[in-house]
Each structure stands twice: as C-alpha cells, then as structure tokens.
T-cell receptor, first 112, second 113 residues
C-alpha cells in the first residue's frame, strides 16, 4: 500500500490567501486525523473523521479553518484567509479502528 | 491545557547506553498509549503501544512502562544507537469513548557515537 499521501509538500503563500491541503488516507482505514506541528504545542489535533463524518473539530483554531472529507479516499484542510501564525507543518494520519496512526509526510506551510 | 506532557525537550545519551524518555498525562480516562518516532522532514512513525491493562510492553530494544497511579509512562531504549536520534512523541487516547489521540510536545533524543 502507498501509505498516507499529502499534497503539497511545501506551500509558501502570502497573508490573506486561501490555502488548501490535501490528504489521501490508506485504503480501508476508517479514521482520518489532521494534526498541526509547532514548536510550542507539539502535535496538535485539529479535527478527525470517522467514516467520512467529522467527529471532533474542537481543535480547529478559528473559523478560518475548515476541513472536509467528501469520500473515503480524500480529505482537505482549508485556511481562508491565511495568516503568518498559521505557518506550521500539517500532518494527515489515518487508522483502522482502533489502532496506530499512520502519518503522511506532512505539508509545510509558510505564510508571509 | 496540555493533557499529555513531555517535560524534557531534549536528551543526549552515549551510544550503547540506555535512553529513558518520559511522559505524563492528566486525564484518567486515557487507557491506550503510543510512542512515535519522527525524523526531520518525515511524518511520525509508530514505535510501540501499551494498553492500560498492562504495565509493560516490550519490542526488541524498546520497552514501554506504564504507571497508572502516577499517570506516567516511559520509553526505554537499550542499547541506544545513533540511528535512534529523532524526536519522540507520546500519545494517549480514551478508547472507551472516542479514538482521539492527544500527543505530547516531543523529546529530541540525540545518541552520541
């Protein structure tokens, strides 16, 4: 299996622009997680889905952040408008109930 | 409110010696714990897990210990190797409710040759 695939790997954008991060989970996994890694907070859970349904989005920092999972093989995390403090590495992970998380390689976002 | 804490941001150990990484948690509902290793520019990879029904789990050079009364777990690496140099994250979840994995801030381990 190809593993969790994230795109883009790197994104540099200007403040105020819309950013869309994409994730393809491992086939057959029923949970999908979005995490953000920062020096201060480590790996911070933003939102997670079970069978394409958002279960807990309490970690989403602001209304500027939104996530969708239209089908079992695709999810997006959108930031609109982006701000410099959103600069971080964003990870997508999937799992099969219950069990270890399999992470993608991350999307490094820089907002200027 | 940091429910999972790794109070040592970094640790240096000589090759061949034991590395001990610590993790504390505050939520008594947590009953499943995992350790992940992360190399630069890569995603975290699973290392070892432990359920609250156990107090120890071993996998090769890696052993995780769980002390439920103290809400503390530790990862032991014996013997440490230079390739073990990475950032280590502990994570916890309450499987009886949801599968929401909460991670700590990580400990950077450096194994000196």
């Amino acid at each position: 299996d190809a593993g969790v695939i994230q795109s883009p790997r790197h994104e540099v954008t200007e403040m105020g622009q819309e950013v869309t991060l994409r994730c393809k989970p491992i086939s057959g996994h029923d949970y999908l997680f979005w995490y953000r890694q920062t020096m201060m907070r480590g790996l911070e859970l933003l939102i997670y889905f079970n069978n394409n349904v958002p279960i807990d989005d309490s970690g989403m920092p602001e209304d500027r952040f939104s996530a969708k999972m239209p089908n079992a093989s695709f999810s997006t995390l959108k930031i609109q408008p982006s701000e410099p403090r959103d600069s971080a590495v964003y990870f997508c992970a999937s799992s099969f109930t219950p069990g270890e998380l399999f992470f993608g390689e991350g999307s490094r976002l820089t907002v200027l | 409110d940091q429910q999972v804490k790794q109070n040592s941001p970094s640790l240096s150990v000589q090759e061949g010696r034991i590395s001990i990484l610590n993790c504390d948690y505050t939520n008594s509902m947590f009953d499943y714990f995992l350790w992940y290793k992360k190399y630069p520019a890569e995603g975290p990879t699973f290392l070892i897990s432990i359920s609250s029904i156990k107090d120890k789990n071993e996998d090769g050079r890696f052993t995780v210990f769980l002390n439920k009364s103290a809400k503390h777990l530790s990862l032991h690496i014996v013997p440490s190797q230079p390739g073990d140099s990475a950032v280590y994250f502990c994570a916890a979840s309450a499987t009886s409710g949801t599968y929401k994995y909460i991670f700590g801030t990580g400990t950077r381990l450096k194994v000196l040759a």
